[in-house]
């Protein structure tokens, strides 16, 4: 109880009526506590099942197991009987939301879910449950039947869209990056050509040359995968918001796309340097 709140203050949580094995069926853990069974009943004591996120925000316990709470809705207090993970309900993006479980035989719903876990084809396991729901009660209404995975894809479309685009996206700033670095240095090696020749007349080895061309085109490189890290950085917000699980593993992908980005460059410049070592002095002073 937190009699100081005014009840806008007061935490949000969603609530879900379950049978069960509901968690098993999908494969929630359950990290203390029991599960929701046949036992707790609308006449038996109100019970229920809380995640993490709810145990954590709300009851502010680590142990929420056998702590009372009310729903606002209902006089009489619920036990917490078990905890399990906190998972995603609503959208792949959402916070760590509080829930709460309750056995489906002690709190009333007009509309029901039937999950199946099952190794048989999908195909015939729809059929089956038509089957059984028609000889329960041929004029109950089943809709929205289909797998699990089929009904992920309409979730998942938007973020799956958005991926592909900045693949695409990513790959067609490499590709242009490649040409303009491939362009900036082979216009640098026109243009030095005669001072090339020059210095290869006068001795100057292949590392020498090597550098000369590469040393600026190298530095602009390293200033331009600094400025990226920089804004990917700053733009972490919007990535996550995008794609799911943006930010997993975010240093090995960041340092793993300016190695990439720099090995890139480094090949764009790589057939213009060539071309620079090839330089025939006495040929290019001919034509200068």
């Known amino acids: 109880d937190r009699p100081n709140l005014q009840p806008s203050e007061l935490p949000r949580a969603i609530k879900y009526q379950v049978s069960p094995a509901f968690f098993r069926t999908l494969g929630i853990r359950m990290l203390q506590g029991r599960d929701i069974d046949w036992r707790d009943r609308a006449t038996s004591r109100r019970v229920a099942v809380v995640n993490e996120a709810f145990a954590r925000q709300v009851l502010r316990a680590r142990e929420p197991v056998g702590r009372h709470f009310r729903d606002g809705s209902q006089a009489r207090p619920i036990e917490v009987v078990g905890m399990v993970e906190t998972g995603k309900y609503q959208s792949l993006t959402e916070p760590e939301t509080p829930v709460v479980f309750e056995p489906i035989l002690q709190s009333y719903n007009t509309t029901t879910v039937v999950l199946v876990r099952s190794s048989r084809p999908t195909g015939e396991v729809v059929r089956e449950i038509r089957r059984v729901t028609s000889s329960i009660d041929p004029a109950m209404p089943l809709f929205g039947v289909g797998s699990v995975e089929q009904m992920l894809g309409f979730v998942l479309l938007p973020m799956r869209v958005g991926a592909i685009a900045l693949g695409a996206f990513g790959l067609l700033a490499v590709m242009l990056a490649a040409t303009g670095i491939h362009g900036i240095v ?23 040359i090597l550098h000369l061309v590469l040393r600026r085109i190298a530095t602009l490189i390293a200033v331009g995968v600094l400025l990226g890290l920089t804004l990917a950085l700053a733009t972490r917000g919007l990535l996550r918001s995008v794609v799911y699980q943006g930010s997993a593993n975010e240093s090995a992908t960041l340092s793993g796309v300016a190695l990439i980005v720099g090995l890139v460059g480094l090949f764009a410049c790589w057939l213009p340097a060539r071309r620079a070592l090839r330089v025939d002095p006495a040929a290019a002073l001919y034509v200068e």
Do not use: K, L
């Not at 082979?186 to 020498?208: L, M």
């Open 186 to 208: 082979a216009y640098a090696v026109a243009r030095r050509r005669r001072e090339i020749a020059i210095r290869v007349a006068v001795g100057a080895t292949s590392r020498i």
